[in-house]
């Protein structure tokens, strides 16, 4: 029998760096472990030589990265006894916390934006038997009225607030510090509550330490006193670049929006719940906020499907969109080591991609003659 170590989820896979212990009962789909792929062909139109990765979160179980924090949460959650969870979302926690909860057998309560979701989310929310709570109202709505709910209910929150959530993600940051056998010196991800910068953020830190001193003043779980020291890494860290759509970027504007749009509907949140730790990882990293319009997502978007064969959902072909920016206005030095996270597969939103497609699609009759002349008019 093929002796090779199955691979069996992220808690498996970093238990001595994650808060669980040999009794917990895991809660996993395998998730994590994702590809790191250089872009070498986006890579080679550029003017200045940088080594661009990007790690394709769209591989995870439900299609995104929230995977990796739903693991955490809801293991705990079942270790705390919980009988159901809530969470507020844009769709790709929704999918997740279902088919968690479906994997757990336990109720997950879902509030999504009515009509602001894109199709593949609310199939997968659907599917995985979450009780789907639409709301005339946006994301924000949705979590100050989950926050208030989860007060008076028995039920345990598995947004971003929830620090098992974060635990769970900064293992993307360990991934990728052991395929490259270094961090990179940028890191880009897109920001819509912030959760994901800050949880990178956590885990880099936590390879870069040493000993037990205050890791970084962004992680909620530790609180200062991190036990999770790895000093893998020791002293490097990236800086951590975090982009916003235009119409939803408070952290460019510097306060809160209270009518966020975009096309990237992931990241259409005006009052992102880590709003301070993420002000915590640009001071500590040196890195920055910026934002990138929607032309500009769609059209990195078609780049990376075009160029590349990746397809990610809009929001996450922002980081991708941003690293192009600052390598064009020079604030990127040459022969840096940059990652981008995708952090949801391009099936999610088909519907977008298909109005932005130029692929021609030809439609013959079912004959040989047709359909050569159909290959050879398109060579
Ligand atoms: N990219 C995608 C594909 C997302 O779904 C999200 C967040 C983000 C980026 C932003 O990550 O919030 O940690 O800064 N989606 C949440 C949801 C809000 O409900 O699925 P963040």
Redesign the pocket.
Known sequence: MNSRKRYTGLIDNYRHRLPINNKTKVISLGEGNTPLIKIRNIMSTLDKHVDIYVKYEGLNPTG???DRGMTMAVTKAIESDAKAII????????ASAAAYAARAGITAFVLIPDGKIAQGKLVQAMVGGAVVIQIKGN?DDGMRLVKEVADKAPVTIVN?INPFRLQGQKTAAFEIIEELGKPPDFHYL????????TAHWIGYSECAATDSKQVTKACAYCKGDCSYIDGSSPGVRPKMVGYQASGSAPFIRGNMVDKPETIAT??R?GH?Q?WDYAWIVDEESGGWFDECNDEEILAAQKMLAEREGIFC?P??AISLAGVLKDVESGKIPENSLIVCTL??HGLKDPDTAIKQSTAPVVQVEATLEKVKSAILDNM
Request: glycine share 12%; proline share 6%.
């Open positions: 995104s990265f929230k969470c507020a979302s844009t769709g790709n926690t929704s994301f971003s897109p920001v819509g509550n912030a959760g994901n910068i992931a990241i949140i992102p880590s959902e929001a996450s952090t949801g």
